[in-house]
Structures are given as structure tokens and as C-alpha cells.
């Protein structure tokens, strides 16, 4: 995803010394970040990408970026291709750089308000607008993170009770929230 991240940090980072670089899968994401009001080609770039191709080709030089964000993206990924979508990253990532990885995690109310038949497999659903979500453990993304060849800085699960007071609803929410880094080349 792009938009929720690419323009705070430009407004937080107002020297020119941070390059942030978007890419979605959806070209009409990428659309609507490309014509905000903030964006400069001199400050960041926005592009159609789908990470977890087998053959993925970014304009990015790989071992250059310091820090990767996933925010609710690995879980919109079939989960045979999670793996390689994180393999693909940390080719980008240079030694000593992170990823943060914020997304969904197991029984979250998300999942519990699933409908039968909306379950594709193990955790893995479908949403009416036709997208998908997958639901973590705390073990399934150490062990993803860390097969690709990074190291655990934190890896947590935050669970909150939301209210809505107007429509008298609690809601119960559970994210897994992480950082890994790629280890500095052995000399």
C-alpha cells in the first residue's frame, strides 16, 4: 500500500534528504497518490507493483533502502505467496535496514465476523468487495521474517478493546506489530 504512509513521513521529513518510494498492486491506488497535492517526483516515487511476483523487478537498487513498511499488505497475499513476497523485499533492503510489519492477527473481530463460506482455507478469507485477508501468529511471522534471512528486533501482538459509545459496541482487535532487520554483511 502507499498513501497512509508516503505523505507523513514527507510532511515529518521536510528536508530533502528522505526519498520514499510507493508501490500497490491496484494502478488506481497508485492513481489517486500520484495526483496528491504532496506528491514530488524530487521527494518520492509511486508505482504498480505486485511484490510477490517470481520475477520481481522494482526501480529501486537492491540493498538500498533503510527501511520497508507492510502495514495490512502481507495479509491481502495468498498465503503461498507470502514467503516469497518477503524473500523478494529483503533483496531491496540494504544490511542493517528494517521492515516494519503491522497486520492482522489471529481472532482479531475481523475474522470472527466472517460468514460462513468466506473461509478459503486455515485463516485465510474472503471479503464481499472480492479482496482477501489472512489472520497471524506471532510464530507464522517470526517464522516468515526469519526464514528469509532477517533478524527479530520485536515481534508482539497488540490487542485492544475499541468502543463505540454511540452504537454501544466493543470491539475487540488484534494486530500483530513487528520489526526485523536484515544483518550487516559478515567481513
Known amino acids: 500500500g502507499v498513501g497512509n504512509t508516503i ?3 514527507l510532511e515529518h521529513c521536510q528536508n530533502n534528504s528522505v526519498f ?3 508501490c500497490d498492486f491496484s494502478s488506481t491506488a497508485i492513481d489517486i497518490v500520484q495526483s496528491h497535492d504532496m506528491y514530488d517526483t524530487e521527494r518520492c516515487s509511486a508505482f504498480v ?5 517470481e520475477n520481481l523487478n522494482i526501480p529501486v537498487e537492491e540493498n538500498s533502502l533503510d527501511v520497508i513498511t507492510m502495514i495490512f499488505v502481507l495479509s491481502a497475499l495468498n498465503p503461498d505467496n507470502m514467503a516469497r513476497c518477503i524473500t ?3 533483496r531491496y533492503l540494504k544490511p542493517g535496514g528494517h521492515i516494519l510489519f503491522r497486520d492482522y492477527g489471529r481472532y482479531d473481530l475481523a475474522q470472527l465476523r466472517f460468514k460462513n463460506g468466506r473461509c478459503l482455507s486455515d ?3 474472503a471479503r464481499g468487495d472480492g479482496t482477501k485477508v489472512y489472520f497471524f501468529t506471532q510464530e507464522e511471522v517470526d517464522k516468515l521474517f526469519c526464514d528469509a534471512g532477517l533478524e527479530k528486533v520485536q515481534n508482539i501482538v497488540d490487542r ?3 468502543v463505540n459509545r454511540a452504537r454501544k459496541l466493543k470491539m475487540y482487535r488484534v494486530w500483530i506489530q513487528c ?3 536484515k544483518p550487516y554483511l559478515s567481513v
Not at 507493483?49 to 511476483?53: G, K, Q
Request: charged residues 15%; aromatic residues 22%; contains cysteine.
Open 7 to 9: 505523505f507523513p513521513i
Open 20 to 22: 520514499v518510494y510507493g
Open 49 to 53: 507493483c505486485d511484490i510477490s511476483a
Open 88 to 90: 523478494n523485499l529483503v
Open 123 to 125: 485463516n485465510f478469507y
Open 160 to 162: 485492544r478493546l475499541q
Open 179 to 181: 520489526k526485523y532487520m
